[in-house]
């Protein structure tokens, strides 16, 4: 137990308690008020020692074992861990105003400069909020309020966050079901299929189209080429927003500013996030039109239009500021898209000879690696099929497990598709931590390669132990 020496309250736990609390600690404080099933998990895969420092693309547990992140935290650390950039810059706004009334500089400077990048300089209007699925929230308001209409279309298996709006734009069952009824007027269309959006879109009754230029959390799915220009074209035709979801793909993550600069498309809502911060501070913005925007505030000071109480903060607009500094200067998003081509080839080579490779699939430094169902064999004559049907939703988990605990790489799978293992590197990450990530993956995929039996075998305990959570 942490001893109390408080103050204030018995029992309170003060900050420098806080920052020195040990492994233990930490975890019975996550089974007591947070989540006891995550906090389970992560001790029966051994990860329950807290990751305490970080720099670039390495973070330490609070033992020093040092990790390679092909993670970064979901896409937000586009510049790694710590940029210097950012924190200097966070550390010139110490004395600043952080939530002013009236306005803001920094606001100022962040909303022109996002207008300048944005596609073909057409989005110039800026709304500020602090998380993707707010902005996407917000998006999906422009876009009944700039329409008058309703219908909401998305793409099947796509992935805009988990606020009740965002939630209803996002197929899969396990994360919307306890939660229904959820926001009326949704309806899906298969990913990369301009005939289906057509026939969604042709009632004239839809408001807007939200889509990813990748889908991340389906697996790192790239749509078919031409796709995202049909869905523009469509869209003007039958009066719909294009609503462009670059929470994951924006900010230099493609190896473009946009993802949606891969088209050459303009869309009349781009959304971003994550990156935006610059990995420390939470800010999202949605991009667009004088004239969507006047639709949507309604020309009134006293907009009826969302205004968080963080949103466009000064820390968070100056962090963000830094962000596209460091993202323009020193060639980083060219840097991105080098090793992005390099990853994706490395990849591929490896696909070649592996056949539990099913896919490899993605733009950028967002790669996903789609394993195969296992072959029969042993697993499949022990357990008539149901092992083998299971092994399949855990196969990137194990190796997950196998990248952490022999290579300390850190990485997860893919939100949407469980059987993707995701490749997404901070974009500062050098041709030598690509290829230290791939030749994990092979050493890993030779020793699992009869049907995952070996595996299976391997981490049997930790799997059946976490399935009983
Ligand atoms: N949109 C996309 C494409 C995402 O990948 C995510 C999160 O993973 C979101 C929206 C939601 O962002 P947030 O988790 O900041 O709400």
């Not at 920052?19 to 099933?37: G, I, K, T, V, Y």
């Not at 078919?224 to 993550?253: F, H, N």
């Not at 935006?276 to 939470?282: D, S």
């Amino acid at each position: 137990m942490i001893t109390a020496t408080s103050p204030l309250v018995p029992d309170l736990i003060t900050l420098d308690q806080a920052l020195e609390l040990d492994s233990a600690q930490n975890l019975a404080l996550h089974r007591r008020h947070l989540n006891p099933r995550i906090a389970a998990l992560f001790e029966i895969i051994g990860a329950e020692t807290p990751l305490t420092r970080a720099e670039g693309c390495h973070v330490w547990d609070a033992r020093g074992v040092r990790y390679l992140d092909f993670l970064s935290g979901f896409a937000a650390l586009n510049l790694g861990h710590n940029h210097p950039a950012i924190d200097g810059a966070l550390e010139r706004t110490r004395d600043c105003c952080n939530l002013v009334e009236g306005l803001s500089p920094a606001a100022a400077a962040l909303a022109h400069n996002l207008a300048v990048l944005s596609p073909g300089r057409g989005l110039d209007r800026v709304f500020f909020a602090n998380s993707g699925a707010e902005a996407i929230d917000a998006s999906l308001k422009l876009a009944r309020a700039a329409t008058g209409r309703s219908r909401i279309v998305a793409c099947e298996r796509g992935f805009h966050g988990r606020t009740m709006a965002a939630l209803s734009i996002n197929s899969t069952r396990a994360f919307r079901e306890k939660f229904e009824p959820l926001v009326p007027h949704t309806s899906f269309v298969p990913y990369g299929d301009a005939d289906a959006l057509e026939q969604a879109l042709k009632q004239r009754d839809v408001a807007g189209f939200v889509v990813e230029p990748v889908q991340g959390e389906a697996g790192m799915v790239v749509p078919p080429p031409g796709y995202l220009r049909q869905a523009r074209a469509l869209c003007s035709r039958y009066g719909s927003l294009l609503i462009a979801d670059e929470v994951q793909t924006g900010l230099g993550r493609t190896g473009r500013l946009f993802a949606v600069e891969h088209d050459d498309i303009v869309p009349d809502a781009l959304v971003l996030g994550k990156a935006l911060g610059g990995g420390v501070m939470p800010i999202s913005a949605v991009l667009t039109s004088e004239e969507h925007w006047k639709a949507a505030h309604g020309g009134t000071p006293r907009s009826p239009f969302q205004t968080p109480t963080f949103g466009g903060n000064t820390r968070a607009c100056v962090a963000a500021l830094a962000t596209l500094e460091v993202l323009l200067q020193g060639g980083l998003i060219p840097h991105a898209a080098g090793l992005g081509e390099l990853l994706l080839t490395r990849l591929r080579e490896l696909q070649a000879k592996h056949p539990l490779m099913a896919e490899v699939s993605g733009r950028g430094l967002m790669a996903g690696i789609r394993f195969a169902a296992p072959a029969g064999g042993v697993i499949s004559s022990m357990t008539g099929g149901v092992l083998q049907r299971l092994s399949h939703d855990f196969i990137a988990g194990l190796f997950v497990l196998e990248l952490r605990q022999t290579h300390r790489i850190l990485t997860l799978s893919t939100l949407n598709d469980p059987t993707v293992l995701r490749a997404q590197p901070p974009l500062v990450c050098t041709h030598g931590h690509v290829e230290e990530f791939v030749r994990a993956l092979d050493q890993t995929l030779t020793e699992f390669r009869d049907s995952l039996s070996a595996g299976l075998l391997k981490h049997w305990h930790l799997l059946v132990r976490a399935l009983t959570v």
